[in-house]
């Protein structure tokens, strides 16, 4: 067996796993702008398409495109945005988890998604991710792993 033929039998594996996690992301993250239920109950309230998640949807959306044909510097515009949208992610939501929040801010924020579907039950004390947003970080984290392999 040629060379060739052997990379690419090893590397297709890799990438049909990537290709799985970055459409599940896509579609995961879609939610942000289109609403999701699972059946009577909300998963997340889109928020439409003249919104931040929108815009980093497609940046996320360009930097698929780039992963997909602009190997190997598609990679590392993917692992940019990707490690961009976690810390947007982490400082938006698991930092007030890990610190805590303002009054203000955490009656904003259970306001906001009072009627998502959670884990966890909201707190009075700390901000607590719904189950969208912990899967999402979830989905968003094994991404940035992918772009190593």
């Known amino acids: 067996m040629s060379f060739q033929l052997r990379f690419f039998l090893r590397e297709v594996p890799d990438l049909v796993i990537a290709l799985i ?25 889109g928020v439409g398409l003249k919104s931040a998640e929108f815009y980093m949807l497609c940046l996320y959306s360009l930097g698929l495109i780039a992963f997909h044909c602009l190997q190997p510097a598609g990679k590392w515009i993917l692992l940019g945005i990707l490690v961009l949208w976690f810390i947007v992610q982490f400082m938006c939501h698991w930092y007030y988890t890990i610190f805590g929040a303002s009054e203000r801010k955490l009656l904003g924020y259970n306001d906001c998604f009072r009627d998502s579907i959670r884990i966890f039950p909201m707190s009075d004390k700390r901000l607590i991710p719904d189950l969208y947003h912990i899967v999402l970080h979830i989905l968003i984290l094994i991404n940035i792993v992918l772009c190593f392999i």
């Open 21 to 45: 996690a970055q459409i599940a992301l896509w579609i995961w993250f879609l939610g942000c702008t289109t609403t999701y239920r699972i059946g009577k109950h909300l998963l997340v309230e």
